[in-house]
């Protein structure tokens, strides 16, 4: 897999979540331009599984199985187009904070697709 982007997609949702978190903190929803954000985090998820469908292609197998890595993936890609359709019938805090927890998981997503390819130190 290709550690750069999964760092990069990792440290992108983050931030979306602490400037979703701001707003959530200052009582506001999503505005437009926090969907912009989730827009450039998506693509980035989408490069992501670009990257892993052509490693797989390419003859490279992750340690934890095929299918359990592509559902991951998957996952990542559809994480935040799920919360920002419910941020949107949501508009109170509580849609921003809605997008928060969905960065928050696809982070942790990034560290356990990390894990799924064999980059982690488990067994």
Known sequence: MFIPLTVTLAVAALALAGWCGWAAYRDQPTK????????VVSLLALAQLVAGIVALAGGE??????AVFV?????VVACLPVVG?????????????????GAVVLAV????????????SGA
């Open 85 to 101: 359709l419910i941020s949107l019938t949501e508009r109170t805090r509580w849609g921003s904070l809605t997008v928060v927890a």
């Open 109 to 120: 997503l990034q560290v356990r697709l990390h894990d799924i390819w064999g980059g982690g």
């Open 61 to 66: 197998h992750p340690a934890e199985g095929t």
């Open 71 to 75: 559902a991951y993936l998957l996952a």
């Open 32 to 39: 437009d331009w926090h969907f912009i954000g989730m827009a």
